[in-house]
Structure formats: structure tokens, C-alpha cells
């Protein structure tokens, strides 16, 4: 059949990105007409929740029904900036953020993030900033004098951010998009603690169900099974659906969350080593022909 498309299509090496699906945000606003900005947003976002209801759940405050428009309004621009909350400029107001306000970004499909490897990362990172300072307060004081007590001094939210700059391409470097960034992070001797380990498993679990395992790539997959952090039945119904996937079989649990997608960032960039492997184009370049699987 002959496929015909009105979108641009560029290549630079191994790498195609496909333009014009770009769609502006509308502007959100604070009850009082501030219009949310990086600037302001944690400032705002300390204000809805100190002024809350006392018999009200913090929950409930967000909620589509019973919450404020300036409450959802907040959580909507955490969740188109995720991926700019996740640098460094913003590390500690993000690991500070309330529970209920963690889990309501986690349980968005429309999170902006480049992978859901990072909104992994982030979570165990956010569940370690809650239990580290409550568990190493429980070190003997022996313990206590050969590491230093954690720093959970309120930092505040810088004013100017700075654009960061385009992203370039090698073109003869080799496709790096299913490699696992590895970082160099230092890990205090009591965090290695059998017990330590066992309060992070216990303190990640209930947050483990809105993070979308199955979207993982392979590498980072194997390198969260090795981790031992994640109970073998996510790490399995991973696999699983990349089976399934790859064979052209009907997904198990297909209507689950966990197995749709967010609005990843990376989500337009042409992998050659996943995407058109059925498509064939003819030899003078003007018809494509591709095939579709049938699964009961």
C-alpha cells in the first residue's frame, strides 16, 4: 500500500526525529491570576497545602471533584515540567515534595519525562530522602560519628533558570538510546545496613504500582532486576509484555496503567534498531509496504 504523510522527517545518522507534533501548553494560574512559573510553583504549591482544610485530606485537595482549580492547576505544571524538575536546580524542593503530591504525579499519564527509567530513579531517591534522616537517628552514637547526619536544610527555589542548550547529534556516533546512564553516587556504610535496605524495600512498595515497569528498556530493566530493590512479579510482567510485544501476541493486563505509555519526550525519536524493521521501501524510494501481525 502507498503511505503518504504531511510530517517532516529529518535524519542525522542512525537518529530520525520527526517534527510537527509540537502543542503549546495554556497557561495556569493561581487563585490569586499568578501565572505558575518555575519561579513560583513550590512557593505556591507550600501555600495551598498549609492553608488546607485541617479535616480535609491533603487528597482530597487535588482531586478533580473536590479539589481547588489552583490545587490541580499545580499539580497539572508539575507534571509538564517534570522533566525540568529533575535536574539539578530543583533536586531538593522535588525531594521534598509531600507524599500524596508524589503519588498524584506518578499516577499521571501525561507526566513529561524523557523515559520512565528516570521516574524510577526519582522515586527511590525521594523514598531515601524520607528515611534516611528517621533512620539515622536510630544509629548508636558510634555509628553516628563515623558518617555524617544528613543535610535537610530547606533550599530555596533559584530565580533565574537558566535555557539550556539545544541537544546536538553525532553522526558517527554509535545510537546510545538504550543505554543505561551510569552515575557515580556516594552511599553512606549505613545505608548499606541489612535493615536500612529493608525499610527502603517496605517504603518504595506502595509507590511501585504507578511506576510503568513494561516501559523500562532492556538495559535499564536488567539493571533495576539487579538492583534487588522491586518484587519479582513487576520486574516479570515487564518481560512479559516485551514478549508479547515482539512476538505480536495480545498483551495480558492490556488495559492495565502500567502498560501505556506517558508522554514521553523521547517518544518521536526514530530508533533503527526498534522501529521499521516491517516497513520495506521500494528501490526507486516511492512506495512503502508493511505487513500487520493478527493474534487471537
Given at each position: ?6 510530517k517532516t522527517v529529518s535524519s542525522n545518522g542512525g537518529v530520525t526525529s520527526m517534527t510537527g507534533f509540537g502543542r503549546q501548553n495554556t497557561p495556569l494560574f493561581a487563585q490569586d491570576g499568578t501565572q505558575f512559573s518555575m ?47 529533575l535536574s539539578p536546580l530543583y533536586k531538593e524542593q522535588l525531594l521534598d515534595l509531600p507524599g500524596t503530591v508524589v503519588q498524584l504525579l506518578l499516577e499521571r499519564e501525561d507526566l513529561q519525562v524523557t523515559d520512565e527509567y ?179
Amino acid at each position: 500500500m502507498g503511505v503518504s504523510s504531511s510530517k517532516t522527517v529529518s535524519s542525522n545518522g542512525g537518529v530520525t526525529s520527526m517534527t510537527g507534533f509540537g502543542r503549546q501548553n495554556t497557561p495556569l494560574f493561581a487563585q490569586d491570576g499568578t501565572q505558575f512559573s518555575m519561579d513560583n510553583v513550590f512557593q505556591i504549591l507550600g501555600r495551598i497545602i498549609a492553608t488546607a482544610p485541617a479535616q480535609q485530606p491533603l487528597s482530597a485537595l487535588f482531586a478533580s471533584r473536590t479539589g481547588t482549580r489552583e490545587a490541580q492547576n499545580c499539580i497539572t505544571f508539575l507534571a509538564r515540567e517534570f522533566n525540568t524538575l529533575l535536574s539539578p536546580l530543583y533536586k531538593e524542593q522535588l525531594l521534598d515534595l509531600p507524599g500524596t503530591v508524589v503519588q498524584l504525579l506518578l499516577e499521571r499519564e501525561d507526566l513529561q519525562v524523557t523515559d520512565e527509567y528516570r521516574v524510577f530513579l526519582l522515586l527511590a531517591a525521594w523514598v531515601d530522602r524520607q528515611l534516611e534522616l528517621k533512620y539515622f537517628d536510630t544509629l548508636s552514637p558510634e555509628q553516628q560519628e563515623k558518617y555524617a547526619k544528613p543535610d535537610r536544610t530547606p533550599k530555596s527555589s533559584p530565580a533565574v533558570v537558566p535555557t539550556p542548550p539545544p541537544p546536538t547529534i553525532d553522526d558517527t556516533a554509535e545510537d546510545s538510546s538504550d543505554q543505561v546512564e551510569e552515575v557515580e553516587v556516594y552511599i553512606p556504610g549505613w545505608k548499606l545496613d541489612d535493615e536500612y535496605i529493608l525499610q527502603l524495600k517496605a517504603a518504595l512498595m506502595p509507590y511501585l504500582e504507578y511506576i510503568r515497569f513494561p516501559m523500562f528498556s532492556p538495559e535499564a530493566l536488567v539493571a533495576t532486576e539487579e538492583e534487588g530493590l522491586v518484587p519479582h512479579h513487576f520486574i516479570h510482567e515487564a518481560y512479559q509484555f516485551k514478549y508479547y510485544s515482539d512476538a505480536r501476541i495480545v498483551v495480558p493486563n492490556k488495559q492495565s496503567s502500567r502498560v501505556q505509555p506517558r508522554r514521553y519526550l523521547d517518544a518521536l525519536t526514530w530508533n533503527t534498531k526498534w522501529h521499521g524493521q516491517h516497513i520495506l521501501i521500494t528501490e526507486d524510494g516511492t512506495l512503502a509496504t508493511t505487513h500487520t501481525y493478527l493474534s487471537n
